[in-house]
């Protein structure tokens, strides 16, 4: 399923990140039900919430 949301990816014509909702380094997984397409803008907005201050 992650190879095929990969290539679902290449079809918009900006660019899109898969993004973990519960990152694999505290025991997400690559199942769909745990993966995002988000815009490259959106996907930082979310990092630049998670970093501590």
Do not use: W
């Not at 505290?26 to 501590?52: A, V």
């Amino acid at each position: 399923m992650f190879v095929m949301l990969l290539s679902t990816v290449s079809l918009f014509a900006k660019v899109r990140l898969v993004h973990h909702i519960k990152l694999l380094a505290k025991g997400g997984t690559h199942d769909e039900s745990n993966l995002q397409i988000l815009c490259i803008s959106c996907h930082e907005k979310i990092y630049q919430r998670k970093k501590p201050s």
